[in-house]
Every structure is written in structure tokens, then in C-alpha cells.
């Protein structure tokens, strides 16, 4: 991969940048492009009248950084080491070919939390009987998972993946004794911890320049993840004692 500076023949438009990767990411936005810009992770040149002209090298190291976020759940400070690295001569690059997309399945404690799991997902619509399958929950207690509010169906009345996984938690801590009402503490707990997030990154999303947006649902990504690693390890040190009291 060449360095940030190097330049290759090329001299391509943000536009045919965004037809080159999007076959392998189609959820590319010129937006996150300019946003990745101004994070350093790529340094096109500019013309005379300022409009961007990307390098083959851009490219490539677009694909380096997109790849590492979506089959690695990299954060991009991590990301910005590697590449660092490599422009350095310190690592070398691997294939830069996409790979096969890994099944997304959130990281529990212990272990730190990936920013990349906060990442929305392709729009799943999951019906109200096959969640009720692949939950093992039965209508009346997802009746009462609804009625809580802690899980919630999308405009058209159907759920994603997290609702299935929410569902099954919940109904495994069904077994140990604890009722739907109990979990409601979780819910407040998490209310209150986007509530600071939000706090953090609305002011930042609300900025006129270009990569505000981006900026901003990368902080949120980040913080959500210290959020859930700080929560687990304050649980984790909590329950350690349980059985003395």
C-alpha cells in the first residue's frame, strides 16, 4: 500500500471513487469518504479549484479502512495505527480483496466491547411469530416484553435481530425468577446512558461541515462501546460479593 503523500497515476472523482467500492460496500457515502479525509486515514490531492482527485492509492487504502471496519469491528484510531505502521514500513498490508462478511454476534464480557457493533444493520423484518420461534419466548411473555417497552417493533410492526436476542436473555432471567417488571431497571439504566451519549454527539452532529454527520455517529459508536464495557465491569465488580451479603 502506498503511503499517505506517495501518489499513483489516477486522478478520480469522489463519484468514481464511490462506483469502484460500492459493489463491495454499498453503504458508502460521499459524506463518509470526506469524513475519513478529515480523520487522516486518506490524503487526496486537491485541483486548482479545490475539488478532489483521487489516486489509485486512495483506493486502496478506502478499501484497507472500510474492510477493517466491517469483518473486523475495528475502531478507526486502530485502524489509523495500521496504516500508520504500514506507511512506515513497521507491517506490511495483506490482501485488500473483500472477505466474506462475518455474522454479527455482540461481544460479551469479559473483553472490551467493539464501537463496530452499534453499526445499524441492513434492514432485517423478522415477524412477530418467528420471533416468538427463535426466542423460545411464548405470545404471553413477548406481550409483556412490549407492553415494557423493551422491545420495541419497527414502523411496520416487525422486529430485527436484537429483538431476538433480547427476547431470548430475557427469557433465560425468566428462569432464574425474575419477572418482566424486574428487567424494566435495565431498560432505565440504558435510557440513561444514551441520554449521555446523545448529550456528547448531538452538538457535534449539528456542525456545518461536511463530515459532521459521520463524525458524530462515530462518536456515538465509540462511546456506546466504553458505555457497555464500563457497565459490564462495574456489574462484573458488583456481583462478586453477592453471595457474602
Not at 460496500?25 to 480523520?39: H, M, N, Q, V, Y
Not at 486515514?41 to 479502512?65: A, H, K
Not at 432471567?173 to 435495565?186: C, D, I, K, N
Amino acid at each position: 500500500m502506498t503511503a499517505v503523500g506517495q501518489r499513483t497515476e489516477g486522478g478520480m472523482s469522489i463519484g468514481s471513487v464511490l462506483d469502484r467500492l460500492r459493489p463491495d460496500f454499498p453503504d458508502i457515502t460521499i459524506s463518509k469518504i470526506r469524513f475519513l479525509e478529515a480523520e487522516g486515514l486518506i490524503s487526496p490531492e486537491r485541483t486548482p479549484s479545490g475539488y478532489r482527485r483521487f489516486s489509485l492509492s486512495d483506493c486502496e487504502r478506502l478499501r484497507f479502512v472500510l474492510t477493517a471496519q466491517r469483518d473486523q469491528y475495528l475502531p478507526l484510531k486502530v485502524i489509523k495505527e495500521q496504516l500508520e505502521a504500514i506507511d512506515s514500513g513497521v507491517a506490511v498490508v495483506g490482501s485488500t480483496e473483500s472477505a466474506p462478511r462475518r455474522p454479527r454476534a455482540l461481544a460479551i464480557a469479559p473483553g472490551e466491547v467493539s464501537p463496530e457493533e452499534f453499526r445499524a444493520n441492513r434492514e432485517v423484518r423478522i415477524s412477530r411469530t418467528d420471533l416468538i420461534a427463535r426466542s423460545g419466548a411464548d405470545e404471553a411473555f413477548l406481550a409483556e416484553l412490549l407492553r415494557s417497552g423493551l422491545i420495541v417493533p419497527g414502523v411496520a410492526g416487525f422486529f430485527d435481530e436484537d429483538a431476538v436476542t433480547l427476547a431470548r436473555a430475557a427469557k433465560a432471567m425468566s428462569e432464574f425468577g425474575l419477572e418482566v417488571r424486574h428487567l424494566r431497571a435495565f431498560k432505565l439504566a440504558a435510557d440513561r446512558e444514551a441520554g449521555l451519549v446523545a448529550q456528547i454527539a448531538g452538538p457535534v452532529a449539528k456542525g456545518r461541515d461536511a463530515g459532521a454527520r459521520d463524525r458524530a455517529e462515530e462518536m456515538v459508536r465509540e462511546l456506546a462501546a466504553l458505555s457497555l464495557t464500563l457497565h459490564t465491569c462495574l456489574v462484573k465488580a458488583a456481583v462478586r460479593g453477592a453471595l457474602d451479603r
